[in-house]
């Protein structure tokens, strides 16, 4: 099995452009998790999935971010417009609810100019 | 609402020394416990859970665990430290299942192992 895919890994981009990561869960999970990891904050959920349906989104900071799981095999995560502030290191998880254990993908590092 | 705390953002042990991770939460529920890894610019990696079973739980890498509800703490241990020991260890809660609920980590514990 290859793992939970992220793409892109780094992302550079500059204020007021739309930013799209994606991710692809492990084939055969029913959940998705979506973190952002920041210095001052540390690890938090943004948002998660069960059947492609979003459960909580309660940690999507504003407006400006968004998240779909059109299907089970692929999730994005969109900030429109990026700020600064927006600079982390996005990682996307994946689990079968009876494993009790999430599988992290490799992470996303976005910077905002 | 669920929390964790991490005591020491910086721990350093000398290779072959005990490793101590200290970690205490708080949970309106009986939890379920969880320790990760991260290596430098990857992907956080499951060390070891506890899911109401036994309360010494061993995981990978030969680390353990011990939940101990009356401390309510979930320390993760290590009796000789390896070099490729070095990584940052996150201790994390969730209250209905690793699985099917978000995480609550903690800040994080830098370990570094002196040679």
């Known amino acids: 099995d290859a793992g939970v895919i992220q793409s892109p890994r780094h992302e550079v981009t500059e204020m007021g452009q739309e930013v799209t990561l994606r991710c692809k869960p492990i084939s055969g999970h029913d959940y998705l998790f979506w973190y952002r990891q920041t210095m001052m904050r540390g690890l938090e959920l943004l948002i998660y999935f069960n059947n492609n349906v979003p459960i909580d989104d309660s940690g999507m900071p504003e407006d400006r971010f968004s998240a779909k799981m059109p299907n089970a095999s692929f999730s994005t995560l969109k900030i429109q417009p990026s700020e600064p502030r927006d600079s982390a290191v996005y990682f996307c998880?994946?689990?079968?609810?009876?494993?009790?254990?999430?599988?992290f993908g490799p992470g996303t590092r976005l910077t905002v100019l | 609402a669920q929390s964790v705390t991490q005591l020491g953002s910086h721990v350093s042990v000398s290779e072959g020394a005990l490793v101590l991770l200290r970690c205490n939460y708080s949970s309106s529920v009986p939890p379920y416990l969880f320790w990760y890894v991260q290596y430098p610019n990857q992907g956080l990696q499951l060390l070891l859970k506890y899911t109401s079973a036994a309360t010494l739980v061993k995981g990978i890498n030969g680390f353990e665990a011990e939940f101990k509800k009356s401390e309510t703490s979930f320390h993760l241990t290590k009796p000789s430290a390896h070099m490729s020991d070095a990584a940052e260890y996150f201790c994390a809660v969730s209250e209905r299942g690793g699985g099917a609920d978000g995480l609550t980590f903690g800040k994080g514990t830098h370990l570094i192992i002196q040679p």
């Open positions: 998880a994946s689990s079968f609810v009876v494993g009790n254990e999430q599988f």
